[in-house]
């Protein structure tokens, strides 16, 4: 299938349900032939899509305490962690039970070099002396397509330098600001990890940049139309 007719099918899913509020799209392509293990290589290939209610937490102020996982992220010679596929949540998910039983919102997963790699399901910048700094593709990241736009964003409209290298645990706890971005995350500050407060504590100006460009994308409110499907006609932006 093509990416066109993905896009044409989750339209007219929505349309179908006249869904006319925040919801999040998931598309699963998976093996329906399957019967026993194998390489699946016979099957042909089917997709499921559906849509859920989703509530946003853009321009809401909440912020977010993390921790630093004792689970390590899965590596490239396990189950590649560049693959957006089901099984590999299972290794962010173990670390979100954790975190959640130690009082935190969510964990910050270390690659097998003890880099930092990701938070479940997210991709994680942090700003130190106003650079956007973000873990290399090569740190057992998913190629999310947030922190690629991000990257653009910051770049293009936003003058905010950026780098995309290896990050080290103890740059978390000295960062100026720390957030994480993703489909579902969208963006959500950090302001502590493992009880280090991050800067002044709250949301900082960068992240506060990002989060409002981010915004004023997916309401409507940009230059960067080629990044929107319409779904039903013209629809006034939502704040």
Known sequence: MERTELVRASVELLRANEIKYDAYVRPIAYFG???????????????????????????????????????????DNMMSPRIKCISNYQNSRMALIEAI????????????????????????????GGVA????????????????????????DLDIPTEERE????????ADEVFVCGTGAEIQPVVEVDGYRIGEGGIGPITRR??????????????????????HGTVAASV
């Open 133 to 156: 700094i973000t873990p290399s593709i090569t740190s057992g990241i998913l190629e999310s397509i947030t922190r690629r736009t991000l990257l653009q964003v910051c770049r293009e």
């Open 210 to 231: 990002i989060e409002a460009a981010y915004h004023d994308m997916v309401r409507g409110r940009s230059r960067h139309h080629h990044w929107r499907t319409p779904i």
């Open 33 to 75: 032939e399957a019967t026993w293990f194998s390489t699946c290589a016979e099957s042909s290939t089917d997709i499921l899509i559906w849509s859920t209610p989703f509530q946003a937490v853009l321009g809401s102020g909440r912020t977010f305490k993390a921790c630093v996982s004792s689970w390590t992220r899965l590596n």
């Open 101 to 128: 039983r130690h009082g935190y919102d969510f964990p910050i997963l270390l690659n097998d070099q003890q880099k930092v790699a990701e938070a479940p399901a997210a991709c994680l910048f942090i700003v130190r």
């Open 167 to 174: 990050v080290d645990r103890t740059e978390l706890y000295v």
